[in-house]
């Protein structure tokens, strides 16, 4: 079975400064690993997502992250956050890579906070 | 656009009142899913579809229901069976690795 931990519940950040989210999951299979981002009381939407290939991965708003088979993580981070990156950010992981359905297990949040 | 639609936004339901949720796609995916949000602990899953006329329990099934009759549509029945219904609930559909999430519908038991 797979396993999502997010380590961090809450990331206070000044504007422009770097921020990293951090992921780690737990698999005895292959899997695939995904960012997403919500807003206030909004659905999500994926930043990114990490397949095959390479490590790093560049997804939307100027955020990547990196994927590390070795420590079973999956960070995200960027260079330097603005007020509108203030929300609440998911690490998920797919338990069924292979099949179509594409069953995702998310971590439990971490609450970004972008003061000016 | 093609999206995931929920609807109501905000739904308020006496105890022992069952209600239905409804999640509409237009994406033409043929796999489904209600997820269920609480504060501080991720998006768990309900119940999930990858074709009509089919579906398979998630992780948190007690107390719900659902259907899938149309490819478009998989609404979700929260009954009095559920004890603790007050949440956000997030419809979603995929294709393969893409996964789409719609707006959500925030639930409150009175």
């Known amino acids: 079975a797979q396993s999502v931990t997010q380590l961090d519940s809450q990331v206070p950040v000044f504007e422009e400064a770097p921020v990293e989210l951090r992921c780690n999951y737990s698999s005895s299979v292959s899997v695939y690993l995904f960012w997403y981002v919500q807003y206030p009381n909004q659905g999500l939407q994926l930043l990114l997502k990490y397949l095959s290939g390479s490590t790093l991965v560049k997804g939307i708003n100027g955020f990547e992250a990196e994927f590390n088979k070795s420590q079973t993580s999956f960070h995200l981070r960027k260079p330097s956050v603005h007020i509108s990156d203030t929300a609440e950010y998911f690490c998920a992981v797919s338990s069924s890579p292979q099949y179509n359905t594409d069953k995702l297990i998310f971590g439990t949040g971490t609450r970004l906070q972008v003061f000016p | 656009d093609g999206g995931i639609t929920q609807s109501p936004k905000y739904l308020f339901r006496k105890e022992g009142q069952n209600v239905t949720l409804s999640c509409e796609q237009n994406?033409?995916?043929?796999?489904m899913y209600w997820y269920r949000q609480d504060p501080g602990q991720g998006l768990r899953l309900i119940y999930y579809s990858q074709i009509v006329n089919d579906f398979q329990k998630g992780d948190i099934a007690e107390g719900y229901s659902v259907s899938r009759e149309k490819k478009e549509s998989f609404p979700l029945t929260v009954t009095s069976a559920q004890k603790n219904p007050t949440a956000f609930y997030l419809c979603?559909?995929?294709?393969?690795?893409?996964?789409?999430f719609g707006p959500g519908t925030r639930l409150t038991v009175l």
């Open positions: 994406l033409n995916h043929d796999a």
């Open positions: 979603a559909s995929s294709e393969r690795t893409n996964q789409f």
